[in-house]
């Protein structure tokens, strides 16, 4: 029997999946046929022959990056006994937390404040604690929210660990009153201590709600100091950092970690950097005030679901081989009251389950922005090779130079003392928050980084609007491992999309990102060739960041059964040819495929189905609309600009209430639904063309066949829901609805008169 202080704090479970295997073989063995099968046959066709070629080169290239990431699925089980046996609870390292709010009106501040609370209420010394809170909107209804909130924690945090309570967001808690009759501690101190916290609870929400309707102005409260607020617009002000509450009682059963709120400086004429200029923000100033070695950071609508998340973290981070190798424990983005059967595609439960378990097999997974623990060290630019006890990290880093003059070059002046014990691992905490508080304003200030390195080699990378994917790609690019931890229940639930144009939005914003880092100097084949990145992490790298680039050719590909049939031509193989039932074959293996893994997540065929329509919807609007973007910024036309996804906050309590317009794909003015919509109506165009006998003669006697007339009913199927809208299009959005008709009308013309000029030819 092994010795318990030998055993290891974590262990990796590696899930054998033959099936899947053999599946994915057979179809790179079809599309490779159907490729051999076009060249040997190319003479004989023209241009839409051409375009299938290169459309196929795309997908079976796809097809070989995806094989690549699911190769080896694997998932990671702690022990956190064993981790306590060794290392006293109150010996566990501190951490940081972080939240990133940006816009009270997308992200409404009773959504940040369950965030923060539940938080708070982590199982994990108190005096190990201490959360960051970045307001990008610098609303004083935010700030407002989150002092009422610390009067709020006071009593919650004790309640949840008193009562170990599993979820600690209070409104999932007291969602109703299944939670009290359910649970196991049927005391009567429990159930008064329950509807206490329940009144107290729905109080705050009320003097929040009323904070945002305006009925109670924040500026009237005497208590707490608004007047930083005054006169100040969300693009032009100056920091505000306040010390929302201290923790003075460490040890004792009623105390709360620290809470500090931050707006930092924004200025017109100074680049903020979106995301990644508020995380940086926050690492400086709590690397001023706290410097915790570990920060976790989470977005305002991802809160703990798992109460001892950040001590199994600590299992994947600690220990002589962790510290060595693993850079950061990313947990999967998960949702909470998600509609039924997953209508926009945006849920992604198949995504992290197959191909994030997968990556998780190489090097490990992609930073995702939220849901993460970091090691300190490594987000200020260490390398695996420089991780040494005692204090020579930081000198070791420089290479020789003269230490104090490269910190203060990389991290600046007032940042490089916190910035070197930090690499040194030497803890030095300030016994008051606010003596440290003139120091966090300078470090804040909008010109700080000028002269510096931070967002090109330390702290969050800048130069794409997918911050957190680049991030993760220097990190890796070191030599470092992640890891993805994936419990069950999970470790924190957020809010995905509920609408048709906001979950484009958010597609488009990922595929513009994603793409920016593909066509940049931190394009992943250079990490591999000149840096430590591994290859096959190269290519899962690969697969995300091209997510924009599928557009074109799947659009081209969506344009080919409606082109052939209007032009009576043929771009797939006829009935008669031996060669007809190759493209039936990858059809039907690949719905089998794809199905067996949402059957096997536990999720319906009618989810299955609707991943599959939007993964075709998604491609033609909002990744074509990201890639247009670059080209707009790559030539000189306009920048990329961060939108921020509306956030909605939903409780089962709802249950009750229908609502009509949940999962329904409806439009609006953003001309991101013109391209799928013209593809709809031109494939009607196709399928109307044939039916009603207006086709030219065919060449060379060789038509149009069934497998194009196929796909054509297929896309019809798939984009459905745009002609059921079609007539609100009308009303709403006239402009854009005469611009998809005069598409359709070219290609229409286009298709009848090609014929007649290859006949002249």
């Known amino acids: 029997m092994a010795n318990s202080h030998s055993l290891p704090f974590y ?73 306590l046996q060794r290392v006293p609870k109150d010996e566990l390292p501190a951490v940081d937390l972080f939240v990133t709010t940006a816009d009270p009106e997308l992200e409404p501040p009773i959504i940040t404040v369950n965030t923060v609370l539940s938080l708070l209420a982590v199982d994990y010394p108190t005096n190990k604690l201490a959360c960051y809170v970045s307001d990008d909107g610098c609303s004083p209804i935010t700030f407002y929210s989150l002092m009422e909130a610390s009067k709020f924690a006071k009593i919650w945090v004790p309640f949840c660990k008193k009562y170990n309570v599993q979820v600690r967001a209070p409104f999932r808690y007291f969602t109703n009153n299944s939670t009290l009759s359910g649970n196991n501690n049927s005391s009567l101190e429990f159930k008064q201590e329950w509807k206490r916290l329940k009144d107290e609870y729905e109080k705050l929400s009320r003097k929040i709600e009323d904070a945002a309707l305006k009925s109670i102005n924040p500026f009237d409260m005497i208590e707490c100091d608004f007047s930083v607020f005054s006169n100040i617009q969300r693009n032009d002000h100056p920091t ?64 703990v679901n798992s109460p001892n998340i950040i001590l199994h973290a600590m299992c994947m981070l600690l220990g002589p081989k962790n510290e060595n190798e693993n850079a950061f424990v990313q947990c999967p983005q998960v949702f909470y009251d998600g509609l039924k059967d997953d209508p926009f595609g945006n849920q992604m439960i198949v995504l992290w389950r197959y191909a994030g378990q997968g990556i998780s097999g190489i090097q490990g997974p992609f930073y995702s922005g939220t849901g993460c623990v970091h090691r300190r060290k490594v987000i200020y630019g260490l390398f695996p090779n420089f991780m040494k006890v005692g204090e020579t990290n930081a000198k070791t880093m420089m290479k020789g130079k003269s230490a104090d003059e490269e910190l203060f070059h990389m991290f600046g002046k007032e940042f490089a003392k916190s910035a070197a014990n930090a690499l040194n691992g030497k803890a030095e905490r300030p016994e008051m928050l606010t003596t440290t508080i003139e120091a966090a304003y300078q470090v804040a200030g909008v010109e700080y980084e000028y002269g510096t390195h931070w967002g090109n080699k330390v702290g969050w990378m800048y130069g794409s609007t997918t911050e957190d994917v680049l991030t993760g790609l220097s990190i890796h690019n070191k030599g470092w491992r992640s890891i993805l931890y994936a419990p069950n229940p999970p470790a924190f639930l957020g809010c995905a999309p509920t609408g048709g144009p906001a979950s484009m939005t958010q597609q488009k914003r990922w595929a513009t990102g994603l793409l920016e880092i593909l066509i940049s100097k931190n394009c992943p084949i250079f990490g591999t060739l000149f840096a430590n990145l591994q290859f ?58 794809t199905l067996s893994e949402y059957l096997r997540t536990g999720l319906s065929i009618r989810a299955w189905w609707n991943n599959q329509r939007m993964g075709r919807v998604t491609a033609m609007s909002a990744w074509l609309f990201g890639v247009v973007g670059v080209i707009l910024k790559l030539l000189g036309i306009s920048e990329t600009v961060f939108e921020v996804t509306r956030k909605d906050q939903s409780t089962s309590s709802d249950e009750g209430t229908e609502d ?63 002609l059921k809208d079609i007539r609100m299009a009308a009303c709403n959005s006239t402009t854009h609805l005469h611009f998809v008709l005069l598409i359709v009308l070219a290609m229409a013309s286009l298709g009848f008169l090609q014929p007649a000029c290859s006949g002249q030819g």
């Open 536 to 593: 096959r992490q190269c290519l899962g790298y690969f697969w995300i960041l091209s997510w924009g680039l599928r557009s074109v050719p799947e659009l081209c590909y969506a344009a080919l059964p409606a082109y052939s049939i209007i032009t009576n031509s043929n771009f797939l193989p006829k009935a008669q040819d031996p060669a007809y039932c190759i493209p039936l074959a990858v059809f039907v293996i690949y719905s089998m495929y």
């Open 660 to 722: 009509t317009e949940a999962g329904k794909f409806t439009f609006d003015q953003s001309p991101i639904f013109i391209p799928p919509t013209a593809v709809l109506l031109l494939q009607l165009t196709a399928l109307a063309t044939a039916l009603l006998g207006l086709q030219p003669p065919a060449r060379d006697g060789v038509g149009s066949g069934s497998l194009e007339t196929m796909c054509s009913v297929l896309l019809v199927v798939c984009l459905w829901p745009f």
């Open 11 to 83: 262990e990796r479970v590696e899930h054998r999946n033959t099936l899947h295997k053999v599946m994915e073989f057979i179809m790179l063995f079809l599309l490779l046929s159907l490729l051999a099968y076009r060249l040997l046959s190319f003479n004989k066709h023209g241009l839409s022959w051409f375009i299938a070629l290169l459309c196929e080169l795309w997908f079976t290239f796809s097809c070989v990056i995806t094989m690549n990431n699911k190769w080896n699925i694997v998932n990671h089980k702690p022990y956190p006994d064993r981790l």
């Open 240 to 303: 505000i950092i306040k010390v929302v509450s201290e923790n003075k009682e460490a040890h004792s059963n009623q105390s709360v970690p620290h809470l500090v709120y931050i707006s930092r400086e924004k200025r017109p004429k100074h680049p903020h950097h979106a995301k990644a200029g508020a995380m940086n923000v926050l690492t400086r100033v709590s690397g001023l005030m706290t410097n915790s070695p570990y920060m976790l950071n989470v977005d305002c609508d991802m809160f």
